[in-house]
């Protein structure tokens, strides 16, 4: 049974506003959601068909608008009702939504960019060849530690992988490059298997980061229960 104060917040309008900027020329999709309770929230997202917003709005119209850990995540216009729905729990909380999640948990986030002559910028990322065969051997990690080396003095690294070497390279390349001291080593391979992924992670003292490439929020879930890192990049 419902609570009262879900069906005070139950989602009562939903529109969706293709939207287009006049410099880029990029289209997006702005959706705004209202409550009974007469709040509204907003969100946005890359482009989305009328068809799926009138399928948004037959799925959603009449539901509490704090389930947004119920989204189903492959809904193209998912993005912008999430953040629409976290828009609307903050303010029914009248409360910052970072607030609302768990408060801050640090004061400042490094970042990182593709050029170390980005003026700002105190890390870079490397990204690793494409290999042109499986299991590239002593020739390709000789090759990606040169280009470790080509990152300026005072640079942090992020070497990445997009997730396109075997499990053989990219735990080869994780041991060559090591004592070099990367912050991290993005993607590195797929996690199609994850016993693989587990050990790579096992024997490299290199952090190791997933997620860029997955869209799956099951996938997330796997990498956590076998205790391999996942984490948004």
């Known amino acids: 049974m419902a609570t009262p104060q879900a069906e005070e917040h139950a989602i009562a309008e939903m529109r969706w506003f293709p939207v287009r ?6 289209r997006y999709a702005m959706l705004r959601v209202k ?5 509204t929230g907003w969100g946005e997202c890359a482009q989305a068909s009328e068809q799926e917003a009138i399928a948004l709005e037959k799925a959603w119209i009449g539901r509490p608008a704090t389930l947004y850990a119920a989204i189903d995540g492959s809904t193209p216009l998912a993005g912008a009702l999430d953040m629409a729905m976290l828009d609307i729990l903050g303010n029914a909380c009248r409360a910052p939504i ?32 494409p290999p042109a065969a499986r299991n590239q051997g002593k020739a390709y990690q000789n090759l990606v530690q040169a280009l470790a080396k080509q990152v300026p003095d005072g640079h942090d690294f992020v070497l990445g992988a997009r997730g396109r070497l075997t499990p053989g390279d990219a735990a080869s390349v994780a041991a060559t490059i090591e004592s070099s001291h990367p912050l991290w080593f993005d993607e590195p391979c797929s996690v199609s298997n994850l016993e693989v992924v587990r050990k790579i992670s096992a024997e ?3 952090p190791l980061g997933f997620g860029r490439g997955i869209t799956d929020p099951g996938v997330f879930q796997a990498l956590l229960r076998f205790g391999a890192p996942a984490s948004r990049s």
């Open 98 to 129: 970072y607030r609302v999640l768990g408060g801050p948990t640090r004061n400042k986030v490094r970042a990182f960019t593709h050029s170390a002559a980005a003026p700002g910028f105190h890390a870079v990322a490397v990204n690793v060849p």
């Open 21 to 26: 900027e006049p410099v880029s020329g990029n």
């Open 35 to 39: 409550t009974r309770s007469g709040l």
């Open 204 to 206: 490299t003292v290199m």
